[in-house]
């Protein structure tokens, strides 16, 4: 995928801080239940998206005419990065406490925005694993940090869910990004605050 179609890519998912922003700010962390139903909706309309665009050749022809420039070639016939992070969402919101579950949310929609952009314009220093670069992994991991520094206000857990959500994104573990960070992330976040 050119730089520029994976810019604009990240960017969209950046606009995926609405789902830990509206959970906090909107409705309230006290409305577990009411932002676990809107997750659920969307992934069953996600879903729906999905298989249409499987199964039904026009509805396909459609969807890659609108969305096909930020599709990764993979995503073409399997499902798109936004089903997963709706997935990995609604599992955060179920199965952690809202602050940690927000704070593992966000931590994907930067840290994988921000390892990206500047990894794909900026790195020079390859893994050769997985041709991830250092430049974006620092990105990454600084990025959550910040935010998670103001999002926690514990830094040991923000530390740690940064790293957490930092070598997820770097791990060579065949699971989708948009699982993997967020869940990672809320597992650190929520064995470290047993400690602290």
């Not at 239940?33 to 879903?47: C, D, G, M």
């Not at 070639?73 to 990995?88: D, P, S, W």
């Amino acid at each position: 995928m050119p730089w520029q179609s994976e810019t604009l890519r990240k960017t969209v998912h950046l606009s995926s801080l609405i789902i830990p922003l509206s959970y906090r700010y909107i409705f309230g962390f006290d409305n577990r239940r009411f932002v676990f139903a809107v997750l659920l909706v969307s992934l069953v309309i996600s879903l729906l998206i999905e298989f249409n665009r499987f199964w039904q050749l026009s509805f396909r022809k459609t969807f890659n005419r609108i969305f096909g420039r930020i599709l990764r070639k993979h995503e073409l016939k399997n499902f798109t990065g936004a089903t997963y992070l709706l997935f990995a969402s609604l599992i955060c919101v179920a199965f952690f406490e809202p602050l940690t579950a927000s704070a593992a949310i966000a931590f994907l929609s930067i840290g994988d925005t921000f390892a990206a952009i500047i990894g794909i314009n900026y790195g020079k220093r390859k893994f050769l694993r997985n041709n991830k670069s250092l430049e974006g992994s620092l990105a990454c991991f600084v990025s959550c940090l910040i935010f998670g520094l103001f999002w926690l206000r514990e830094p040991w857990t923000a530390i740690i869910g940064a790293l957490a959500a930092t070598a997820a994104e770097l791990g060579n573990i065949p699971l989708d990004d948009n699982i993997k960070i967020p869940l990672a992330a809320a597992l650190a976040i929520s064995i470290t605050k047993i400690f602290i």
